[in-house]
């Protein structure tokens, strides 16, 4: 069994649409959960994470993370083409030494 | 500050050679990583260093060696070559502690072995 599976689509929506992006996970000892973005032949760049279970919002975009199912989501609302993108989940221990990362999800938003 | 750099963008190898890809972090960051992608894959983490001197593998060390004499910069050496590690390598890093364990990554190195 892996240890975080990630739909890796692709995901096509028109501009302006709500995106959900989603992991599940396997290992419940994770602690940090990480929405990483990573635009085309460069290197993935922290979007937001969250510690434990509980909802963070920031801008556009909402991370949640649903401990008891193993579960995690990010949510972008009034998408733009600039969002377009392969959006990798990841998640860590405590110690933060080892971290594991889904497949990623490529997003395209159509103007 | 550059940031996370890493060189060559571009390499390709025949089987058999071996080669040494280098990343330097100027933000004085304890924790460094060296990590794979395959297409459809996501990010393998090879090795990973807590520090100056320190190293320890990751999920996917087979064929790969590492070193850490300076804080600075963390290579990762490829003993033989196979076309099996064709693939893009990221090199990151991140301070104690900070943001969610953000980490900061190059801009990568795409190798094609032959």
């Known amino acids: 069994q892996k240890e975080v599976e990630q739909d890796p689509g692709p995901l096509s929506v028109p501009e302006g649409a709500i995106v959900s992006l989603n992991c599940t996970y396997s290992?419940?000892?994770?602690?940090?959960f990480m929405w990483y973005r990573q635009y085309s032949r460069k290197g993935p760049e922290l979007l937001m994470y969250?510690?434990?279970?509980g909802n963070k919002e920031d801008g556009r975009f909402t991370a949640q993370v649903d401990k008891s199912s193993k579960y995690i989501s990010l949510f972008i609302r009034d998408s733009q083409p600039s969002d377009s993108a392969t959006y990798l989940c990841?998640?860590?221990?405590?110690?933060?030494?080892?971290?594991?990362f889904g497949t990623g999800t490529s997003l395209t938003v159509i103007p | 500050n550059a940031g996370v750099t890493q060189t060559p963008k571009f390499r390709i190898l025949k089987i058999g050679q071996s080669m040494t890809l280098q990343c330097a972090q100027d933000?004085?960051?304890?924790?460094m990583y060296w990590y794979r992608q395959d297409p459809g894959m996501g990010l393998k983490l090879i090795y990973y260093?807590?520090?100056?001197?320190?190293?320890d593998k990751g999920e996917v060390p087979n064929g790969y060696n590492v070193s850490r004499s300076t804080t600075e910069d963390f290579p990762l050496r490829l003993e033989l070559a196979a076309p099996s590690q064709t693939s893009v390598y990221f090199c990151?890093?991140?301070?104690?502690?900070?943001?969610?364990?953000?980490?900061?990554f190059g801009p990568g190195t795409r190798l094609t072995v032959t």
């Open positions: 990151a890093s991140r301070p104690p502690g900070g943001a969610g364990y953000e980490q900061y």
């Open positions: 290992n419940s000892a994770f602690q940090y």
């Open positions: 969250t510690y434990s279970s």
């Open positions: 990841a998640m860590t221990l405590n110690t933060g030494n080892q971290f594991y």
């Open positions: 933000m004085n960051h304890n924790y």
């Open positions: 260093s807590v520090g100056a001197g320190i190293t």
